[in-house]
């Protein structure tokens, strides 16, 4: 894309009310449009960001279950029907505005935060046989919550971006095979959108459907709002609510002797068990043609949050750095001076890749060098392609990773090639 034809500017300075600095850059690069404390709009170049992870995670999860698609509004009776209408802290419920509206139909609907009381029934309504187990059904999918803080940009958000897995099962044993998988298909994910490193499977509190632990994955970052005790080690972390000495007993293991360190949540996985099933009566028939509960579990990841997290992990005092996997484009040509020919080689460069099939963002306008670079390591793409009488002269042109500002000469058929293998 020609930058001229992008609809979003860069500004120099953040809004003064945003203090997180993922939503600070992002807004700043012009990616995200803040509505309100947890709420923002995604640019096109935010929306290439949020949809490149969406993909990677889209990817792994069509492995282990079939995608469908839920509604953000329901009625009040499935939460009731599991106790939660009155129970969920964040839970959010929205009428008619006018009395217009209301004339039309005075239907109270709750904004579902989470799909357990939506996909329950619906698995019921198809599969109610052991030949039928197990199955996984997921969505990638727009949640409402009432956050009290939203201070966190898009790490917290009111109404944030969620994939949601809901697995279903003939019995428990089955259901923890199944959640080890799950587990895996998690690591991909994180090894996938670049933060796989720092990101660490976390025992962390049951809730309220299970007396064991459910597993978080949490990811090391000053600006996360829970503590973990980390044992590099071992690969492994305990949520602080999980620190206590009857916990240190139970799983023989020294808290003391650990680290610990500030995270974020990008995911979290949860063994169900019955609960569901239970609220629903949702059972199956059996070999024998008994009638059976069926076994649940429950995956989530915050596709915005994890957007939010790259930022915060790798951007510099410069502005954003994107992994290759989820970068917006892969190059910025950015061409400097008002020589035609600098032009037309600028011009003939980006046709080139775009045919190739190389996602290519083209400074084209007639700004100073200094405003395009600043401008350029703003928006934070891998791979910077310079354009000037100067590359002209030497037959290569200028090219510096965003990440390590390695910098390299390379002719354009250097470039294709290393673009085709990026
Ligand atoms: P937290 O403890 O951070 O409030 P949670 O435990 O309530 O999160 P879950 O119900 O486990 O969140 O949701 C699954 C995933 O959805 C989380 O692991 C996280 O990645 C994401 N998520 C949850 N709440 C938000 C939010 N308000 N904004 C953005 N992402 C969120
Ligand atoms: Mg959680």
Redesign the pocket.
């Known amino acids: 894309m020609r930058q001229s034809q992008l609809f979003t500017k860069t500004r120099r300075e953040a809004p003064s009310d945003e203090v997180s600095k993922n939503a600070q850059l992002l807004i700043r690069a012009g990616y995200i449009h803040k509505e309100m404390a947890?709420v923002y709009s995604y640019l096109p170049l935010g929306l290439k960001v949020l949809n490149k992870i969406e993909n990677i995670i889209r990817k792994e999860m069509d492995k282990i279950g079939r995608e469908i698609l839920m509604p953000s509004l329901s009625l009040q009776d499935p939460w009731k029907q599991t106790g939660r209408l009155d129970t969920v802290d964040?839970l959010m419920r929205t009428v008619g505005a006018n009395e217009l509206s209301l004339a039309k139909s005075d239907v109270s609907y709750v904004l579902n935060y989470?799909h357990e009381e939506i996909v329950t029934p619906i698995a019921q309504d198809h599969r109610q046989s052991y030949k039928d187990f197990p199955f996984a059904l997921y969505q990638i999918q727009t949640?409402f919550?009432n956050?009290a803080r939203a201070k966190s940009g898009?790490?917290?958000?009111?109404e944030?971006?969620?994939k949601?897995l809901y697995s279903f099962h003939c019995d428990e044993e089955d259901l923890l095979a199944y959640y080890e998988k799950a587990k895996e298909s998690y690591r991909a994910v994180f090894d996938g959108v670049g933060i796989g490193k720092d990101t660490f499977i976390t025992l962390a509190s049951g809730g309220d459907f299970t007396t064991g632990f459910s597993h978080?994955?949490q990811t090391v970052c000053e600006a996360g709002?829970?503590t973990i005790y980390l044992d590099r080690a071992n690969n492994i972390a305990y949520n602080k609510e999980v620190v206590t000495e009857e916990n240190a007993k139970k799983l023989s293991v020294d808290f003391d002797s650990m680290e610990q360190v500030k995270a974020?949540?990008?995911?979290?996985i949860f063994p169900l068990n019955i609960k569901f099933s239970k609220a629903f009566n949702y059972t199956y028939k059996n070999e024998k043609g008994e009638d059976q509960l069926v076994y649940m579990g429950c995956y989530?990841?915050?596709p915005?949050?994890?957007m939010g997290i790259i930022v915060e992990k790798l951007s510099d005092d410069k502005g954003l750095v994107w992994p290759k996997s989820v970068a917006p484009f892969a190059a910025h040509i950015v061409s400097l001076g008002d020589s035609e020919e600098v032009k037309k080689e600028a011009e003939e460069l980006y046709s080139t890749l775009v045919a190739q099939g190389v996602a290519v963002l083209w400074d084209d306008t007639d700004r100073r060098a200094g405003e395009k670079f600043a401008d350029s390591d703003l928006l934070g793409l891998p791979l910077r392609v310079v354009v000037s009488e100067k590359t002209l002269a030497a037959g290569a042109y200028e090219c510096v990773e965003r990440a390590s500002g390695t910098t390299t000469q390379k002719t354009q058929s250097e470039l294709t090639d290393y673009l085709a293998h990026a």
């Open positions: 947890g964040v989470s949640k919550r956050e898009i790490l917290r958000g009111r944030f971006r969620m949601d978080e994955f709002e829970d974020c949540e990008v995911g979290n989530g990841i915050g915005s949050r994890v």
